[in-house]
Each structure stands twice: as structure tokens, then as C-alpha cells.
């Protein structure tokens, strides 16, 4: 092949057909249609909205309970006394309006994202997503195991009920948005591939508990991710690939053309960036796509599909690089060259 060859980025993900492997994951930067449009011009292949919060629903089920009780007149009344949840989301309704005006604004995939951690209205919400014209729903099930009385099958098996739930109310597929903290990650995952997710997007972030000084208040900064975060999703993509017959999406840490040929390689159908993308504007999304494509040609790969899952686990000749025992080469090397000061 000549090297002048323009590789073929097309990849599938949730089924659906992508013109790249680059998607831009769930943050404010595809909270606006504005917004999704910028990031559809500077070549995402997808676009994942910013999740609708169980919080919001809750607040949206209160409205309707206030109605309910208040009857419709003293309706105004009842809601004046319903704590609104509006600072990142602004809820169910104007979502669902969101969902729909990209759904006709985009040529790409839209993805909507459902952020729960109850059975609550899911299913419902879920089936109204896909009414107002998401191609695919991501959930992002973000449930701490506080209660040290719950097992871990206790724990698990409320993402599985709520993916069956989910599931069962929708036609279009179902991606699961996790954390990496489970004890057996690959089995879960294998579980929820059994509970119909179509993919997996690996990972989620629980965001950093700090405690401030001068007031001594817990709080809970957002912060954005440097390259190093791709390691965790790199390990577990390529210990799943080919282990899960399910897409793969990585998420953390995907700043640059480079970034995400590694997670390729390791056998992510898709790489997602935010973080990229909150820094750098729409634009950094063209950057990566020209990298990505630079560093397939100079390697002379025709295709994403071509090195997709190369060096995952399945491939590799020395599986246990992917698991502890590299660890002690690892730990030596760095121990040779450290110098005492
Ligand atoms: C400001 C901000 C808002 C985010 N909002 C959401 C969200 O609504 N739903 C979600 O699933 N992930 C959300 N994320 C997580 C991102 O989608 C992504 O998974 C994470 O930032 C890791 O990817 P990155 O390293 O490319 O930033 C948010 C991240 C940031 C920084």
C-alpha cells in the first residue's frame, strides 16, 4: 500500500455506522444543539448529550405528584415549592426538546445518556428518549456501594435490574456507562452484556471529595483529565475485547490522534473525548482526527478495523502484560534507575 493512502475510519458502535472512530462524550460542550452542531462541523462521528439526572426526574415526578394533589388550578402554587435542579440539565422537558432538535439538526448518530441509580421512571424515560429520536441511550450508572451491609451481588444486581429495565423498554440499543471499581470488572461485564447492553463505555468518573480548610465543607470539584487517565481504560479494553460480545467505547483520557489509536489498538470500536474537547474547543476534535489519520498512514494501516484489538489481551503474545506480573518488571526498572538525593 502506498503511504499516501487515505485510511478508512469507518467503525460500527452500538451497531450504528460511524465515519470515524471519534465521538465526543457526555459534557456541556454537547449540551447546547449550537454546541452538537460545532462538534458534527469539526468531524465527531457522534454525539453523546450530557445526562439526564435521576435527580431531575425526581423533581419532574414531584411536579406531577404536586399536581396530582394540588388539582390543576393551584398547580403554579403546589410547584412553587418543588426544589428546582436546573443547573446543569434543566430537566426531562427541555431535554427530551434538546434530544429532538439535534435529532433533525445532525446528520450523525445522537446518543442520549440516562444517569440513574434507582429503577424510578427509567424505563419510561428511556422509551421517551428513543421517541424523540436518540439512535442509541448511554447509561451511566453511577451507584456507590455506601451501605457496607450490601454484597457485592447486592450491589451488581441493581445494574443489571436496571439494565433489563431499560432494556426492555426500547428498540434502539443500550450502552452502559461504569466505573472500574468492581471487584470482578470482567464478569459484571459479561453480566450486563447478558442484560442486553449493546456496548460497554469504559469509564465513568466518580468526581474527587475534597474537604475545604477555612470552612471545613465537603465538596465535590470537577476536574478535567490529563492523558495519564487513558491507562485504566486501556487495561480493561483490552482485557475485554473479544471476552465480550459486545462495542467498546473508551472513555478517559483521550487527548490527542495518538490517544486514540491506542485504544484502538487495545480494541475500542469508538474513543470519546470531553476533556479535549473543554479545553480546546470543537476544534480539538479536527486535531485528533488528522493525528489519528497521520499515524495510521505513516503505519500503513488501511483501516481502523485493521489494528482494532491488535495488542488487545486476546492478541498479544504475552497475555500477562495486562495483568500483575508486569508489575514487578515495571516496579524494577524504576527501582534501577532510581538515584537516592
Ligand atoms: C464538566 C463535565 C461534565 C460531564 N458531564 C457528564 C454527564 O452528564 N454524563 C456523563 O455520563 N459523563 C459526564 N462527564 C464525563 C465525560 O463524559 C467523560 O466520561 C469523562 O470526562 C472522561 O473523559 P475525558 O478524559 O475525555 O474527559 C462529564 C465530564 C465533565 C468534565
Not at 459534557?27 to 468531524?43: C, H, I, K, N, W
Not at 445532525?106 to 424505563?123: C, D, F, Q, R
Not at 447486592?154 to 443500550?174: F, K, M, N, Q
Not at 518488571?329 to 537516592?340: G, I, N, V
Request: charged letters at 20%.
Amino acid at each position: 500500500m502506498s503511504s499516501s493512502h487515505v485510511p478508512d475510519l469507518r467503525t460500527r458502535y452500538l451497531g450504528l455506522e460511524l465515519r470515524s472512530p471519534l465521538v465526543a462524550s457526555a459534557s456541556p460542550a454537547t449540551g447546547t444543539v449550537d454546541g452538537m452542531v460545532r462538534l458534527e462541523a469539526a468531524g465527531a462521528a457522534a454525539v453523546v448529550l450530557p445526562s439526564l439526572f435521576e435527580e431531575q426526574l425526581t423533581h419532574d415526578q414531584v411536579e406531577v405528584q404536586a399536581y396530582l394533589d394540588a388539582g390543576s388550578e393551584s398547580f403554579g402554587e403546589a410547584l412553587s415549592f418543588v426544589p428546582e435542579v436546573t443547573d446543569y440539565n434543566t430537566g426531562p422537558e427541555r431535554y427530551l426538546g434538546l434530544l429532538g432538535e439535534a435529532r433533525e439538526r445532525l446528520s450523525i448518530p445522537v446518543i442520549a445518556s440516562l444517569n440513574g441509580t434507582t429503577l424510578g421512571g427509567w424505563a419510561h424515560y428511556a422509551h421517551l428518549c428513543e421517541q424523540a429520536g436518540a439512535d442509541a441511550l448511554e447509561l451511566n450508572e453511577y451507584l456507590l456501594a455506601a451501605d457496607p451491609s450490601d454484597s457485592p451481588d447486592v450491589v451488581e444486581g441493581r445494574y443489571l435490574e436496571l439494565v433489563e429495565a431499560v432494556v426492555a423498554s426500547v428498540d434502539i440499543p443500550v450502552a452502559v456507562k461504569l466505573s472500574p471499581y468492581f471487584t470482578s470488572f470482567g464478569h459484571l461485564a459479561r453480566r450486563l452484556v447478558d442484560a442486553g447492553a449493546s456496548g460497554l463505555v469504559l469509564f465513568n468518573r466518580f468526581t474527587r471529595l475534597d474537604v475545604d480548610l477555612d470552612t471545613l465543607e465537603l465538596h465535590l470539584p470537577v476536574d478535567l483529565s490529563t492523558p495519564q487517565a487513558l491507562g485504566l481504560p486501556l487495561r480493561w479494553t483490552g482485557m475485554l475485547f473479544s471476552s465480550v460480545d459486545a462495542s467498546l467505547a473508551v472513555s478517559g483520557g483521550v487527548h490527542s490522534g495518538l490517544d486514540a489509536a491506542k485504544a484502538l489498538l487495545v480494541g475500542a470500536d469508538v474513543a470519546m473525548t470531553t476533556s479535549a474537547v473543554l479545553k480546546g474547543g470543537a476544534a480539538a476534535l479536527t486535531g485528533i482526527e488528522a493525528e489519528l489519520t497521520e499515524w495510521l498512514t505513516e503505519h500503513e494501516y488501511e483501516s481502523v478495523a485493521q489494528l482494532r484489538g491488535s495488542v488487545s489481551r486476546a492478541r498479544v503474545p504475552d497475555p500477562s502484560v495486562y495483568e500483575r506480573a508486569n508489575y514487578v518488571h515495571s516496579l524494577t526498572r524504576y527501582a534501577s534507575r532510581f538515584q537516592p538525593r
